[in-house]
């Protein structure tokens, strides 16, 4: 059987870029994550609602565009009622997950108008966004296809917007999803690269399903009991 090699490289570049659009996911979430045990330090209720983000953002098998959204939406509303003691670490979970968002409408949309970004955003929100919240986003994307065009810029900038000293493995992951930001995306390239996205989805949702019965199974299994053991006759 002949081996169609661009799908095949299409697979492995969507696996890359997802490793790294994955690897940001968990560095926003270690950002959030110190805020909302901060916020909890101090008693403040809002951190039920960073609990909520946190969870969202360990969504398998792959976040959507809407489920960071959501995340980012708790995370802004949080930051707004938050004290001025927690002001600074709000602000760098507000700039990790709000990457995180514009990256993941980048890498799957490639490089594209202002108009089809502000479409994407729409529909990763579920509403139409407001003037200046619109222009935030539109600064964000043009920030991240600037890092993803220069890689020494973007060494410098990834630990800064991710709180994080990064190793040279996660920062060549986290490039691979920036640099892809910038990449027009074809017809033929973009079915490529949903079919594989798909494939990927529906091979790890059949892993976590076989995960969950081998340990349902392995909790409805009766425990053997030990037999005391019998006294011979004298």
């Known amino acids: 059987m002949k081996v169609d090699q661009g799908e095949d490289v299409a697979v492995a570049q969507v696996s890359a870029v997802q490793s790294g659009s994955a690897l940001a996911a968990n560095l926003a979430h270690n950002v959030v994550l110190v805020f909302c045990q901060q916020l909890e330090r ?28 959501q ?21 760098f979970a507000a700039l990790a997950t709000r990457e995180v968002l514009v ?6 949309s490639g490089s594209m108008s202002d108009i089809g970004f502000e479409t994407a955003l729409e529909h ?17 994307r043009s920030a991240i296809c600037r890092l993803g065009r220069n890689r020494t810029v973007f060494e410098r900038a990834a630990p800064k917007i ?3 000293t990064l190793s040279s493995e996660e920062l060549q992951a986290l490039f691979t999803a920036y640099a892809e930001c ?3 995306v074809t017809t033929r390239r973009q079915q490529e690269i949903t079919q594989a996205m798909e494939q990927q989805a529906m091979e790890q949702q059949q892993q976590a399903m076989e995960q ?5 199974q392995q909790q409805r299994r009766p425990t053997a009991t030990k037999k005391k053991p019998t006294k011979g006759r004298p």
Do not use: M, W
């Open 212 to 216: 969950q019965q081998a340990t349902e």
């Open 162 to 164: 991710f709180s994080s």
């Open 124 to 140: 990763a929100f579920e509403r139409e966004l407001g003037p200046e919240f619109r222009s935030q986003l539109h600064f964000a």
């Open 182 to 184: 910038t990449t027009p």
């Open 42 to 69: 101090e008693g403040a209720p809002d951190a039920e609602k960073l609990q909520i983000a946190l969870d969202l953002l360990q969504q398998p098998p792959l976040l959507s565009a809407q489920i960071t959204a």
């Open 103 to 108: 990256l993941h409408i980048c890498c799957t």
């Open 71 to 91: 995340a980012y939406n708790l995370v802004r509303e949080v930051r707004k009622s938050c004290a001025p003691s927690c002001e600074e670490l709000a602000k």
